[in-house]
Nanobody
Framework: VQLQASGGGSVQPGGSLGLSCAAS????????MAWFRQAPGKDRDFVAA????????SYADSVKGRFAISRDNAKNTVYLQMNSLKPEDTAVYYC?????????????????WGQGTLVTVSS
């Protein structure tokens, strides 16, 4: 399984960015796809997750109301739309995937990871 993330970049505070992550090598019949992020010198933290069936989602409190996760099951792709970005959102963003339906928020629960894409929010 390969996860390819894209869409990172630099943006001013209050701006928006969209990330995407395409899964290849395997069709996740029933899966959860998620985004995590890791700021310099900090642990990797959960951002958002989405279940394949019904599109049920979960968000970290720090991004609720600003970020939106979605997925295209036909394309095995997950998206993260980030609005009202803040300097503290600066991090490397990773997509992750696992089989099943539980929206875990722990890094250890996800066996498949993408390479990460850098998001910088700065004026």
């Amino acid at each position: 399984v390969q996860l390819q993330a894209s869409g990172g970049g630099s943006v001013q505070p209050g701006g928006s960015l969209g990330l995407s992550c395409a899964a290849s090598g395997r069709n996740f019949g029933s899966s959860v796809m998620a985004w995590f992020r890791q700021a310099p010198g900090k642990d990797r933290d959960f951002v958002a997750a989405i279940r394949q069936s019904r599109g049920i989602t979960s968000y970290a409190d720090s991004v609720k109301g600003r970020f939106a996760i979605s997925r295209d099951n036909a394309k095995n792709t997950v998206y993260l739309q980030m609005n009202s970005l803040k300097p503290e959102d600066t991090a490397v963003y990773y997509c992750a995937a696992r089989e099943g339906s539980i929206l875990y928020q722990r890094v250890s629960e996800y066996p498949h990871w993408g390479q990460g894409t850098l998001v910088t929010v700065s004026s």
